[in-house]
């Protein structure tokens, strides 16, 4: 909840687990509700397409211990459920949340114990090294060569003027590198993306054009997007972000597909 930490907006609410093998952290358990009905802010469901800052869209909470040894902080829950609307509903969010992480902890353990942990290690590794050769493979495909596109958004809610996603790719060596140089400054009203949201919308176009690749880290290391610096695609606080979930990130990812309808004949 709270964006520039690596979230997309307010209304997505992460949960993270630490996961314990022989007294060490073997990895970590996460999962993403997706758009809570309501984290405060100026209006119900925090989608305003008028604020201008991101204390207007909801509730801020930073990275916290919400449950301690199991057992849910009270403390922290009131102070969520004291700023958000249908607080009554809350508690079915935290507890599905919460149970799934435990169901995760739970199959994974029995994964280890059946298998060992070197094995799963070692299979994470394959799984990851093979789905980097097979994206590199296919994006050798491409005849090497810088690519560009725009796409627009109407609007960001406050000054009704166009903002532009200019793109250009540069494909190399069996790699791409993506540039959103030259596109619009960050905006006054909510449609600016944090750079999670910029970065996950280029691998969402990425997925779709060569769907084959497995999901996994491995699948986007020969995807290099430079960080969009000066740009409302790298929104820093406290600019508004609420949009970008929901419309900058399907732009982000028509500007990239598009590319390829265009320029690309992939065999």
Not at 100 to 118: I, N, S, W
Not at 202 to 212: E, G, K, Q, S, W
């Amino acid at each position: 909840m709270t964006p520039n930490l690596g979230g997309t907006h307010l209304m997505d609410a992460r949960f993270a687990m630490p996961f314990y093998r022989n007294g060490e952290i073997f990895c970590w358990l996460s999962n993403t509700g997706r758009h809570w009905p309501d984290t405060g802010g100026a209006v119900p469901g925090g989608f305003s397409a008028s604020v201008t800052s991101v204390e207007q869209e909801g509730l801020r909470l930073p990275p916290v211990r919400l449950f301690k040894k199991g057992v849910l902080d009270p403390e922290i829950y009131s102070i969520i459920c004291s700023n958000i609307r249908v607080s009554e509903q809350r508690i079915g969010d935290v507890k599905a949340q919460a149970a799934a992480l435990l169901v995760g902890q739970e199959r994974l353990g029995r994964v280890l114990d059946r298998y060992g942990d070197d094995v799963v290690k070692g299979a994470i590794e394959e799984l990851r090294r093979r789905a980097a050769d097979q994206m590199r493979a296919n994006v050798r495909l491409i005849p090497d060569g810088v690519y560009r596109s725009v796409a627009y958004v109407d609007s960001d809610g406050v000054v009704y003027e166009p903002l532009e996603i200019r793109l250009a790719i540069t494909a190399r060596d069996g790699e791409l590198s993506f540039d959103f140089a030259g596109s619009s400054k960050p905006c006054m009203g909510p449609m600016n993306s944090v750079l999670a949201t910029t970065l996950s919308s280029v691998y969402l176009a990425m997925r779709h054009i060569f769907p084959d690749v497995p999901i996994s880290a491995g699948a986007f290391e020969p995807l290099k997007v430079i960080t969009p610096e000066g740009t409302f695609l790298d929104a820093h606080y406290p600019r508004p972000v609420s949009g970008c979930a929901a419309e900058v990130s399907q732009r982000l990812a028509e500007v990239s597909l598009r590319l390829w309808w265009r320029r690309c004949r992939i065999a």
